[in-house]
């Protein structure tokens, strides 16, 4: 079992010491919190370093706003007010590297992590999706 905590305030020492306290993972809240995207980089490396797993709520069902946490170097993807099966899926495939998805490869971050890293990336990056309209509810069920 992993247990985690939900950070909302943008300071990267709360989340170094969130994860010296041995929470498994964080989400950054970028959707209701106070965090903007520069703080949450810094949360983001504060708790890889305690070996926490930061996961990134972004702040609408935006496809572009999961790419960026991703490269950013967040663990995984909380995505707000994903509605649709369409909306689903388009942060679905944002969320994964071709051919499982339309990920785009931004700097040179996977320089940095040898040649398996899309592979490992497409296997290891977990996605989140909140159903917030009955709707969504109802068209899943469907």
Known sequence: MAVGIWQSIPQPMISRYLGQM???WIILDLQHGAMNWETAYECIHAALATGARPLVRTSVGNPGEVEKALD???GGIVV???NSLEAATAVARAAKYPPLGDRSL???NFLHHGADYFERANE????LV???HIDAVNQ???
């Open 22 to 24: 041995g929470w498994d």
């Open 130 to 132: 909140q159903m917030e």
């Open 106 to 108: 931004g700097g040179d």
């Open 72 to 74: 950013l170097g967040a």
């Open 140 to 142: 899943a069920e469907g």
């Open 124 to 127: 290891g990056t977990l996605l």
């Open 80 to 82: 707000p007010m994903v």
